[in-house]
């Protein structure tokens, strides 16, 4: 008996050495293919940095360039939301001699000059998320976009199996005749039929996705609807203070398709069982879309192989209902401004959200 | 001109200077009965309970971050450090005590500290120094606004339990938030009405030189009039870090407009001098009521706003047509004084 287990043990204990050894090697060997063997030089540009969202998707992009040996140097610089400080960063990044550049170019085409000249000098400069305008391999290396529509078929594809027989939809998105929002409703009306009510005015419910704002919203809109199933928001977290006005209406916090924070969460393990209807589905925020303009960048300025996409899916994160691919998280003991779909480990968020 | 005192004719033209306040008063008043009828006939939802309770608490900081305008109008000032200071107050409520319930009285103090400090210094910027107000006080806006990236680098921070009950809950079927505003009204107008230290501080906002001919200390009164201000901000953000619970970084500065609308819509000139803050937070309450109706349409965004600035329109267009019957009237009593 004990001999046996002493066996079991020593077994265990071997096989857990080699796989360590091995895969300690294998981490070693593992420089991604795009990462190829010219030395070079990266800058990540933000249009603007003041925000969770923004301090880790720089932590992501810096991640993902020290997984590259041949990466010599990297800098982040942040726009501050001016759009001029963001088109002279642009060209003074460059000019310092900066190889390949990142750019969140929030100003949209406003920027566009700046990436041109810098491409027609002969850098690599890779614009994502924020459509500037321009065409690939005329004014920017290449454009790592998201789509936004993906997001709407998502929810919509959960709203159907939870209500197969039709439902009414509350649709939240930020400032007035933002693209994402109009994006994701197209998404959703892709999925949906007729059956499916939108209670808000077209095409969105304009809520900047400020908190407090949302928090008027949804005040007028749950004294407007009595029957409300589904709220569709793509900013999670700038939720988390309104809904709790449905309990103190004395109803339960509909089903909820979105996107995912920490403190969304937190709050659905809070309240989850004052509140039956309560369904949670969020896809992932898209702090990882900085990733793959990255690789790209790196790709091109290090003569690495190109991934094959440059086009980003958020993939789906929490699901109350299934579980799956995930069920709800949430870590209490770090700060609500972090998005555990991130692939930087929730910790380093912490870090890098300086709390 | 030193005639009045003793003409006998005069005499039931004398209770003119009473009207003034009644007027702003009717006036504010009017607008909002008019508005409340239509939100009762149109969408009566806008003031079922539910509805009102999850709107007053903002009428509530509309109205406090009025009333700090309010007393920076009234000495011809203008405060355009009012998104920074409340901006500073929610993210040092909110990030320093990080969810901690202890440290939520340091917090409060941290924040009426620098409450006091901002207000001191555009107070000696403009009543000292003879800055322009809007000038001096956008300079000390990037400023606070400096030190809110400072404490939160932007990022938001959930607020305490402790916060969130104290500044969200219900006491006696009234948001605790609408009974801090109401509290701050009853402390200004007692003060600016009932006490020497206010009869004065309205005095010089009316006519600083006379103020200062009679021997009052008009630029410590200027000044004294920003740190009110910024105290009563300093509350506003407090009250929203509670009762939002995870406020941004930004959150005072969709305050700034509404803040000098409630003081004119209150009917205090913006040359300064005698200042309404009963008729400012009924004003608060108007504005608020009128965002949730057009919210309570739900007709689009664009609507939304056009419907806002008409009603706005209509309410300071009725106080500005009694304004000018009064007018009519306070130039014949000039007329008749004149003539003696």
Partial sequence: MNYASFGKGLAFAVTAAVMALGSSTLAKAEVPSWCGPKEASLALLDGYGGNSWRQVTAASGAQTASLCPSITKYEYVDGQGDTQKSISDIKATAAKGIDALVVFGDAGPAVLPAITQVYK???????YRVIVGGKEGENYSTFVGTTFVDNGVAWGNWIKEQFPNGANLLYLSGPAGNSQGLEQLEGLKKVLGPEYKYLNPEPFDVTNWDPALTQKVLTAEIAKNDKIDVIVSDFGPSLVGALPLFQKSGRSIPALATSD??????????VKDANPDFKLFTVATGTDNVRLAVQWAVALATDGKVPDTNVYVAPAFEDSATGKPNAVQCRKDLPGAIYLSSELPAEDQAKAVGQ | MNAPATTPEGLPKRSLPSLPLARSFVTVVISTLVLLIVCLLFVPSSLSGGALSGSLPF???IAIVGLGQLLVVQQGGFDLSLPGAVSLAVVISTHHPHQDN???YQAVL???AFAISAGIFNGVLVSIFRLNAIIATI???????GAVFAVSGGVPSITTTLLAEIAGGDTLGLPNSVWFALAATAVVSFVLKKTVVGRRFEAIGANPLAGRAAGLRVRLHQLMAYVYAQLLYCLAG???????????AFQGDSLLLPSVAVVVLGGTSLLGGRGFPISTVIAAFFLNQLSQFALAVGVPYSAQT??????LGFGIGVYSIRWSVNLRKATETKNVEERK
């Fill in chain 1, 121 to 127: 000098s002969g850098k690599v400069i890779v614009p």
């Fill in chain 2, 139 to 145: 300079g000390t806006n990037a400023l606070l606004y």
């Fill in chain 2, 110 to 112: 941290i924040a009426l």
């Fill in chain 2, 59 to 61: 009428a509530a900081i």
């Fill in chain 1, 261 to 270: 924070g920490n403190s969304l969460g937190c709050l659905w393990h809070e």
């Fill in chain 2, 102 to 104: 202890a440290l939520l």
């Fill in chain 2, 306 to 311: 056009i419907i806002q600035a008409l009603a």
């Fill in chain 2, 238 to 248: 407090i009250l929203i870090a509670g009762i939002t619970r995870e406020p941004t």
